[in-house]
């Protein structure tokens, strides 16, 4: 089945604690990007990535990382977390010939941070 | 910069009723436009999508979208909700490659 999957679902964590929320699609595609999700805000892009070793900010980036060593992954990564990082974060990939537009979304990651 | 505006925060129509979710963008060329629904507890399924061509397009369950150039807008609409049509919907721009917009998103609520 073409899926994009997150680990983990859910997450508390405290303040300071790295992370890393993984992200993976077996359709083959090219393009993959973070959003967060925050009430009344819509989905705001952290990251975007084009393809291996090629990646840019969104509109939302401090406060986290991203590498895309292989196709298929791309983890998000939270150095020092803060509580303005709770959110519903949501991973997406798209292929090439359709630019970054029509996105397949993966299920959420709800963190939680304290 | 692109930007997406959905006025409506909140909508409640009957089940049954016709339904019209507004979308309005900015963009210094033409845009490629995109409907997605949001189930609660779920992710973003793509609902439809504009390229070029014909300005009105058709997606999945039933929806519609019209591509207005001259209101910058791109208005979601559907002849007769079902129950099963509540959800959160975002309009969202994807112009540059990589980079996407998403609108705050408009709530529909389904009355009986």
């Known amino acids: 089945e073409a899926q994009v999957t997150q680990n983990p679902r859910y997450l508390i964590t405290v303040t300071g604690k790295k992370l890393t929320v993984t992200c993976s699609q077996n359709?083959?595609?090219?393009?993959m990007s973070w959003y967060r999700q925050d009430p009344g805000l819509g989905l705001r892009q952290i990251y975007y990535?084009?393809?291996?070793?090629?990646?840019d900010k969104g509109d939302v980036p401090e406060g986290y990382k991203v590498s895309r060593k292989e196709k298929r992954n791309f983890p998000l990564i939270l150095e020092s977390p803060s509580p303005n990082q709770t959110s519903l974060y949501f991973c997406?990939?798209?292929?090439?010939?359709?630019?970054?537009?029509?996105?397949?979304f993966g299920p959420g990651t709800r963190l939680t941070v304290t | 910069a692109q930007s997406v505006t959905q006025p409506d925060i909140h909508i409640t129509v009957s089940e049954g009723a016709s339904l019209e979710l507004r979308c309005n963008y900015s963009?210094?060329?033409?845009?490629?436009l995109f409907w997605y629904v949001q189930s609660p507890g779920q992710g973003l399924q793509l609902l439809l999508k504009?390229?070029?061509?014909?300005?009105l397009v058709q997606g999945i369950k039933g929806f519609e979208a019209e591509f207005k150039r001259s209101q910058s807008s791109f208005n979601l609409r559907k002849p007769s909700v079902h129950w099963s049509d509540a959800a959160e919907y975002f309009c969202a721009v994807g112009a540059n490659a990589g980079k996407s917009t998403f609108g705050d998103g408009t709530t529909l609520t389904v009355k009986p």
């Open positions: 990535s084009m393809n291996v070793e090629v990646t």
């Open positions: 963009y210094g060329a033409t845009p490629y």
């Open positions: 997406a990939s798209s292929p090439k010939d359709r630019g970054n537009y029509e996105q397949y």
């Open positions: 359709m083959n595609h090219e393009y």
């Open positions: 504009y390229f070029s061509g014909d300005t």
